[in-house]
C-alpha cells in the first residue's frame, strides 16, 4: 500500500518532494511537455467566473 508512480508537473509536486511525500524516480528521462486544456459551455460570452479562471490560469501555469 502507498506505492506507485505517475508523471506530474513538477510545480503541482515540488511541496510533497520537498517534504519526502514523494521520491522521484527516472530522474534522467524526459517527458514531453503536456497542454492544459479548459473545457466550458460554448456560450457567446463565458461567465464572469469562467473568465476569472482562465485568466488565472494563463498566469499562474507555465508555458
Known amino acids: 500500500a502507498g506505492a506507485g508512480a ?3 508537473p513538477q510545480w503541482l509536486i515540488d511541496d510533497d518532494l520537498a517534504q519526502g ?3 522521484p524516480i527516472l530522474r534522467r528521462h ?3 511537455r503536456q497542454g492544459v486544456y479548459a473545457v466550458y ?3 457567446a460570452q463565458p461567465s464572469r467566473r ?3 479562471l ?3 490560469l494563463r498566469e ?4
Open 54 to 56: 482562465l485568466a488565472h
Open 6 to 8: 505517475t508523471v506530474l
Open 60 to 63: 499562474h501555469l507555465p508555458g
Open 21 to 23: 511525500r514523494l521520491l
Open 30 to 32: 524526459r517527458f514531453p
Open 41 to 43: 459551455p460554448n456560450t
Open 50 to 52: 469562467v473568465r476569472l
